[in-house]
């Protein structure tokens, strides 16, 4: 199965789209992640995209593109799309690239959670610097591996509702963009990680949770 994964920010969208690609094999590209790894390495484009995410707003989508479309163009059956695209503009350029590959979308997952409780998921969120590993409360260190937890820092307070704000006004409208197609499917984001898991893998079974 090909899918996307789609909702506001703090949705739970990257801890499924880990669970879901772990259990099936599935091919996982979270372009979030992928930009704070090029950005740990000093990649230029990278240093171009930080400014606009430390203020919680989108990577223009002409860089975007330029970032991501190596890893596109690699694209074999079974992978999750975590946060791309995030613009009507490119969820055209990805129609157009997956033509070309002879790759179709399975499912477009979007997660629905009002902006109060992503808020405060996001606000209690501390990732470990060293293994990776996130928490819902700053333990000060990790209980996995001892490394200290740190705050992403978009996950400020305002800028979280700044990225609330850019979700609503450009992903939001991808949401009428994908049921056009027939490829929505609406999953509530409110409920423990394994419900939720459990809707995903519905979908994947029955085509509906
Ligand atoms: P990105 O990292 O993709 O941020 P995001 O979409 O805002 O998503 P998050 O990672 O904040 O939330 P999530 O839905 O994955 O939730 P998570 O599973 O972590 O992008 C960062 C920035 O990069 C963007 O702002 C933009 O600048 C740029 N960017 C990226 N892609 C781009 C694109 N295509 N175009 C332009 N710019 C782009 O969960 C959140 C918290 O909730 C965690 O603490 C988690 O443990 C907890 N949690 C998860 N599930 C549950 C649950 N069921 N109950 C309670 N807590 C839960």
């Given at each position: 199965m090909n899918l996307i994964f789609l909702g506001p920010p703090g949705a739970g969208k990257g801890t499924q789209a880990k669970i879901i690609c772990q259990e099936f094999g599935y091919t996982y590209l979270g372009t979030g992640d992928l930009l704070r790894s090029l950005v740990s390495r000093s990649d230029p484009l990278a240093l171009k995209a930080k400014e606009f995410m430390e203020k919680g707003e989108l990577v223009p989508d002409s860089l975007m593109v330029e970032i991501v479309s190596g890893q596109l163009k690699t694209l074999k059956n079974g992978f999750i799309l975590d946060g791309f695209p995030r613009t009507l503009?490119?969820?055209?350029?990805?129609?157009?690239?997956?033509?070309?590959?002879?790759?179709?979308?399975?499912?477009?997952?979007?997660?629905?959670?009002?902006?109060?409780e992503a808020e405060n998921r996001l606000s209690n969120r501390y990732q470990c610097k060293n293994c990776g590993n996130i928490y819902?409360?700053?333990?000060?260190?990790?209980?996995?591996?001892?490394?200290?937890?740190?705050?992403?820092?978009?996950?400020?307070?305002?800028?979280?509702?700044?990225?609330?704000e850019v979700y609503h006004l450009q992903t939001a409208p991808l949401l009428e963009y994908y049921e056009r197609r027939g490829k929505l499917k609406r999953i509530d984001a409110q409920g423990s990680v394994e419900e939720i898991s459990g809707r995903i893998k519905s979908i994947l079974r029955n085509g509906k949770n």
């Open positions: 503009e490119q969820a055209q350029i990805l129609e157009e690239m997956l033509k070309e590959l002879g790759i179709q979308i399975d499912h477009v997952i979007y997660f629905h959670l009002d902006d109060a819902n409360s700053n333990l000060g260190q990790c209980p996995k591996c001892g490394g200290s937890l740190f705050r992403r820092k978009d996950d400020e307070p305002e800028t979280i509702r700044k990225r609330l």
